[in-house]
């Protein structure tokens, strides 16, 4: 009986130790381990020394940075969004498999072990990582991985950094679209219900519909903004906070289309008709946008495309040779609006007549 190969004991030496023997950066190592000529003889000396002391052997898949061989690349999730992540993983899924790599999907939650994950990544050997939102935003993150010289690409972020790559749509552009579309149906009371304030699209999608306001010479009106974080739940809070208002906005425009959906159903328990009392957009064009009625008009963000960019882009940098041409670090997708039944012109209402019995007084 053919026996397996043993696995690497979890006592092996690391990269991290290898740096730490050397007096160098896991960087560094890296470096000398890829062959790159930007290191400097004594500094290789050293690391070459530490590598043989501690009797270390880099990940198979790392040897094969500059060649065809299968790499493994790490996809740190931790988003609120059901519908956002299962396009992200089909798309990264599909791109791993055209590019003949591994995906090692890892759940990782802010302020809890992130770090600790990550590191765990570096440690086994892991060639390149993929960060989608919110961990895109994550400086400990992103640190970490630069200080290991670990190949990055990051998802819906306008963070640009010479450390990682990038691919994103412009989430500014989108939402002073959507506003715009919205204001051109007649509404001037618009309601908008912002995202995770720690992340850049969020902060990007409301300066979008302020923009779009302050273009049609409207004054900003504080009380129609609402704060949620991207889940469902949120989305019903922040919802039931504008439709709360004494003078209610007649149009609510959602930064994701689980806030949007929330917005649909508080308005159907109170009563209200979406499109022809409150019109309600959402942001990203996930199944949830088509699988409540009326289907949501949004924003359609090609998730699964950067998640399989995101691939093909960390891919190039990996196998990058030096007679490659320059990779473009940072993408940028086009996004498109899609009208569904969810908007429509603000409903004429009568001005309230008097009472008969209050005409008769007079």
Not at 281 to 308: S, V
Request: net charge neutral.
């Amino acid at each position: 009986m053919k026996q397996k190969p043993a696995r690497r004991p979890r006592t092996a030496p690391t990269i991290s130790d290898v740096a730490a023997s050397a007096g160098v950066s896991p960087m560094t190592v890296s470096r000398v381990i890829n062959g790159q000529t930007n290191v400097r003889a004594a500094t290789r000396e050293a690391v070459n020394v530490a590598i043989a002391a501690l009797n270390y052997s880099p990940n198979p898949a790392a040897r094969s940075l500059a060649g065809a061989g299968q790499a493994r690349i790490g996809l740190l999730y931790s988003n609120p969004s059901a519908g956002f992540l299962s396009e992200f993983l089909v798309g990264s899924l599909d791109g791993a498999s055209r590019s003949d790599v591994q995906i090692i999907v890892e759940k990782c939650e802010l302020g809890d072990h992130e770090m600790e994950v990550t590191q765990r990544l570096i440690d086994g050997g892991i060639d390149g990582i993929v960060l989608s939102p919110p961990l895109c935003e994550s400086d400990p993150i992103i640190a970490l991985l630069a200080e290991a010289g670990v190949p990055t690409v990051a998802v819906a972020t306008s963070r640009s950094l010479d450390t990682m790559l990038t691919i994103r749509i412009d989430d500014r552009d989108a939402a002073l679209t959507m506003t715009r579309h919205v204001m051109a149906l007649g509404h001037r009371r618009i309601g908008f219900i912002s995202g995770n304030p720690n992340v850049t699209a969020t902060v990007n999608r409301l300066d979008g519909y302020r923009a779009a306001l302050a273009e049609a010479g409207l004054a900003p009106d504080e009380t129609l903004i609402a704060h949620g974080l991207y889940t469902y739940r949120s989305g019903l809070d922040a919802a039931e906070q504008l439709l709360g208002l004494a003078d209610p906005p007649t149009a609510i425009f959602a930064s994701n289309d689980d806030m949007a959906a929330a917005t649909v159903a508080v308005a159907h328990r109170r009563g209200i008709d979406v499109p022809g009392d409150l019109t309600v957009c959402g942001f990203d064009d996930t199944t949830l946008a088509t699988a409540i009625w009326p289907e949501l008009t949004t924003i359609h963000q090609p998730i699964a495309d950067m998640a399989r960019g995101a691939i093909e882009l960390l891919v190039s940098r990996i196998r990058q040779s030096k007679d490659a041409g320059p990779i473009n670090p940072h993408r940028l997708l086009d996004f498109t609006l899609i009208r569904r039944q969810s908007d429509a012109a603000p409903r004429q209402r009568p001005r309230a007549s008097r009472p008969l019995a209050e005409r008769k007084r007079t």
